[in-house]
């Protein structure tokens, strides 16, 4: 079976990309990933940063796009799509602010679904990333549940987030196992507990998540991309995402 590629969520040195993009990219390139996932193109338009992309040495595999763009400037989204040559885009979020009760949850799902059908037309899967607050149970079942019981998979799959759903309580590896082939995508994070039960992000392998078992059901899920992602770092970004590479990389032989 061949090894899955990793690429790194580029949300992660956020820091770097806001100060000076063309540097931060040479920086990841060099931090050893030849791949990355896009979280917005740094107040760029999508094709003058996909030139950065290039000159860098890296290829984008998707991108983040919000809920609001998705449903409310889809062209545009479809146009920088198409501009980047991306086959993926992610809904990053849907929060409980915008969803306050589950017939919000069920037309947000729908709406997806119907987002996700269109950009399918045009050789791109729409995939939603989760966080935390998608294992709330309403009327007796996760969110995270609802929104795919109510869209199809061929128009909405999942980028798991392994430690989000970690952290909302649920069996990673039993939540991977259900939605098998509708996850092409796999957020890669590690995080410990701080001694007051805050959420303390981590490099990969330098936390609590148990990645044997995560990475074995990657590969009977066919995951396509593992996506490295840190949210917050307690020294330099690049640093941490050179760490997390390291492991990515020894781990991949």
């Known amino acids: 079976m061949s090894k899955i590629p990793f690429a790194l969520q580029l949300y992660s040195v956020r820091d770097h990309l806001e100060k000076n993009p063309e540097a931060a990219l040479h920086r990841v390139k060099a931090a050893g990933y030849d791949y990355v996932e896009l979280a ?61 009760d589950k017939e919000a949850w069920l037309t947000a799902a729908r709406q997806m679904d119907a987002a ?4 399918r037309e045009h050789g791109i899967q729409l995939c939603y990333h989760n966080h935390a607050h998608e294992f709330e149970r309403l ?36 939540l991977m196992r259900q939605y098998g082939t509708r996850i092409p995508l796999l957020h890669i994070k590690d995080y410990v507990r701080s001694e007051t039960g805050e959420v303390v992000f981590k490099e990969v392998g330098h936390g609590c998540m148990a990645w044997d078992p995560i990475f074995d059901a990657a590969k009977a899920c066919n995951v396509a991309w593992y996506v490295v992602e840190q949210d917050t770092c307690e020294g330099d970004s690049l640093d941490s995402a050179r760490i997390s590479a390291a492991f990515m990389a020894q781990r991949q032989l």
Do not use: Q
Request: charged letters at 20%; proline letters at 3%.
């Open 139 to 174: 009327d007796g079942k996760y969110i995270l549940d609802l929104i795919y019981e109510n869209s199809a998979s061929a128009n909405l799959a999942a980028e798991l987030d392994t430690c989000w759903a970690d952290v909302g309580g649920a069996d990673t590896v039993a």
């Open 40 to 100: 917005g193109t740094a107040g760029l338009t999508a094709a003058a940063f996909n030139a950065l992309l290039e000159n860098a040495g890296l290829r984008p595999v998707s991108l983040h796009a919000g809920y609001d763009v998705l449903v409310g400037d889809f062209d545009k989204l479809l146009a920088d799509l198409k501009t980047l040559d991306l086959h993926f885009a992610v809904v990053p979020w849907v929060g409980i602010d915008m969803c306050p």
């Open 116 to 119: 996700g059908a269109r950009l």
